[in-house]
T-cell receptor, first 116, second 110 residues
Framework: DTGVSQDPRHKITKRGQNVTFRCDPI?????LYWYRQTLGQGPEFLTYFQNEAQLEKSRLLSDRFSAERPKGSFSTLEIQRTEQGDSAMYLC??????????????FGPGTRLTVT | SQQGEEDPQALSIQEGENATMNCSYKTSINNLQWYRQNSGRGLVHLILIRSNEREKHSGRLRVTLDTSKKSSSLLITASRAADTASYFCAEETSGSRLTFGEGTQLTVNP
């Protein structure tokens, strides 16, 4: 399978614990995105990378959240001191260099985080 | 925060009927994309329409874009039970982030 993969698929943690999620994009894609989705809502943008550079971060990304893409391939999203409000589906997407400025994003299956 | 709005929020039709979903947005866009999300699955890209395009087809899908009204519509013809899913429109404004609407839940009854 050459799609976007995410690990783990599910994570249950206690409030105050740190969690880390991993995303492996489609191999030839240079852009990688993180989104968060809560029940009944559309995904909300968190941050994105072009190669290893983090180019944009949403105001939703508080200082408890950090994302890295050290070699321009896989990415990790860490949440420190988790809160119940962090419970959501965390989605990763990747896109490649389009012929124009348009980029189609391909999403992974997501990591569902439950903070108890 | 979500910028787009989809209409209707929920739609229930019989197999074989057509389904139309509408999306409104507020900013200038590079393109508008439609995605489908089945229960328990990730988002699947359906179609992308650029700001200088007015209509696009892909199989049973037809998307229109009216930039003067800042609106788009997705038509699914000859619907099937397997089309049951949530459908989202997403605006791309800067070559990076997508801003999604809240989605339309489509139920196609066999």
């Amino acid at each position: 399978d050459t799609g976007v993969s995410q690990d783990p698929r599910h994570k249950i943690t206690k409030r105050g614990q740190n969690v880390t999620f991993r995303c492996d994009p489609i191999s030839e894609h240079n852009r990688l995105y993180w989104y968060r989705q809560t029940l009944g809502q559309g995904p909300e943008f968190l941050t994105y990378f072009q190669n290893e550079a983090q180019l944009e971060k949403s105001r939703l990304l508080s200082d408890r959240f950090s994302a890295e893409r050290p070699k321009g391939s896989f990415s990790t999203l860490e949440i420190q001191r988790t809160e119940q409000g962090d419970s959501a589906m965390y989605l990763c997407a990747s896109s490649g260099q389009g012929r124009t400025s348009s980029y189609e994003q391909y999403f992974g299956p997501g990591t569902r985080l439950t903070v108890t | 925060s979500q910028q787009g709005e989809e209409d209707p929020q929920a739609l229930s039709i019989q197999e074989g009927e057509n389904a139309t979903m509408n999306c409104s947005y507020k900013t200038s866009i590079n393109n508008l994309q439609w995605y489908r999300q089945n229960s328990g699955r990730g988002l699947v890209h359906l179609i992308l329409i650029r700001s200088n395009e007015r209509e696009k087809h892909s199989g049973r899908l037809r998307v229109t874009l009216d930039t003067s009204k800042k609106s788009s519509s997705l038509l699914i013809t000859a619907s099937r039970a397997a089309d049951t899913a949530s459908y989202f429109c997403a605006e791309e404004t800067s070559g990076s982030r997508l801003t999604f609407g809240e989605g339309t839940q489509l139920t196609v009854n066999p």
